[in-house]
């Protein structure tokens, strides 16, 4: 039986950890939405093309790669922008993450893992069987993005706005983890996730 996993969460609820359990302890291939939205906008990619034309040259670095940065300032104040951007990018990533997974399938996968920050925002759930949304509590998120990405809380929690209330999230998901405690707590859901759902013995 073929089951394709949907793995979503707000940022820096610790999502990629969950990811990284599917990959190494269980042999679960990840395709994984923002390795796939980096490579899409890499130079000589259409969608890159796109985005310059629509946001001006000077969001490129010298060296013809995108200034994350830079359209990420832009991006992150002004919602109409981040639409537009995400007209661009959004269709070349879903094209490249289907390509992944029928390579993953004709290689003999039954079990495949898509991990989709905007599973829900995006109405991307037709692409996957099941739902696994990643959570933690508000403050632990705001403290691990203001730490990680070196963000003062305005703009940890702009970047925390722009996205769904995880409450929502957890409603719609088939199963649920909850990452506020120790790798091992985390694990062991996800176990108990695997087991219901008979991917392990």
């Known amino acids: 039986m073929i089951l394709i996993i949907g793995l979503t969460g707000n940022i820096a609820t610790g999502k990629s950890t969950i990811s990284n359990m599917f990959r190494d302890k269980y042999k679960i291939p990840v395709i994984d939405a923002d390795i796939v939205s980096r490579e899409v906008v890499e130079p000589g990619e259409q969608a890159l093309e796109e985005v310059a ?24 104040q002004d919602q109409t922008k981040r639409e537009t951007l995400n007209r661009i990018v959004h269709p070349a990533v879903r094209k ?33 069987e099941k739902t696994v949304v990643v959570y933690t509590s508000e403050s632990i998120q705001l403290q691990r993005l203001m730490d990680r990405n070196k963000l003062t809380e305005k703009e940890a929690r702009d970047r925390m ?20 405690g120790s790798i091992e707590q985390s694990e062991k859901q996800l176990f108990n996730i695997l087991k219901k759902w008979e991917l392990i013995e």
Request: with cysteine; net charge negative; aromatic share 6%.
């Open 161 to 180: 706005n722009s996205q769904m209330d995880l409450d929502e999230k957890r409603k719609l998901a088939d199963a649920i983890i909850d990452n506020s």
């Open 53 to 76: 034309a629509t946001f001006g040259e000077d969001i490129l670095c010298e060296d013809g790669r995108l200034n994350r940065k830079k359209l990420g300032s832009i991006i992150f």
């Open 96 to 128: 490249k993450m289907l390509s992944k997974k029928e390579e993953l399938l004709q290689q003999g996968n039954q079990t495949i893992v898509m991990d989709i920050p905007l599973l829900f925002e995006n109405n991307l759930t037709y692409l996957v």
